[in-house]
């Protein structure tokens, strides 16, 4: 059950990050049309601002991949979830504080905090129980292929 609820949690938090693959990919156009559509004002056709948001979007895919890589082998990345889910933490808390302080409107800054804060914890609470299922299972494993079990 943990580990079923870990895996889900990680394809949330991977997808989560990894959708700013659309900040690397689309023209510059379709992305601040899209950012227009989540409450961006109007942005100018600026190199720099088009250089960050490039930057800030292969940085947040590479914290997906990253999220992917523990999903794909989380016997072998178990170590860093305790880490990846402090980050997310620490991240929803700056969107949280930036959001208030800046005077946003609820939508998107809550979603992007809600987000990063219960991936973070949900990971965090799920963490030991994945992990004695996961070493559960490995046990049996060995167990079954044992020589003795064959007796």
Do not use: H
Not at 23 to 31: E, T
Not at 63 to 77: C, D, Q, S, W
């Amino acid at each position: 059950m943990y580990t079923r609820l870990q895996k889900l949690i990680l394809i949330v938090a991977a997808s989560g990050w990894g959708i700013s693959i659309l900040g690397v990919l689309l023209p510059w156009s379709v992305a601040t049309a899209g950012l227009n559509g989540l409450g961006a004002g109007a942005i100018p056709d600026d190199p720099m601002l088009n250089y960050w948001l490039r930057m800030a979007g292969g940085g947040f895919t590479m914290i997906g991949v990253i999220f992917a890589a523990i999903l794909i082998f989380p016997g072998k990345y178990a170590v860093i979830i305790p880490l990846m889910a402090y980050l997310c933490i620490a991240e929803g808390i700056v969107l949280l504080i930036s959001g208030l302080r800046l005077g946003l409107p609820p939508f998107p800054f809550l979603c992007d905090t809600a987000f990063c804060i219960l991936v973070g914890t949900g990971l965090l609470l799920i963490q030991s129980g994945a992990r004695k299922e996961r070493a559960f299972r490995t046990e049996q494993s060995i167990l079954e292929k044992s020589p003795l079990s064959s007796s």
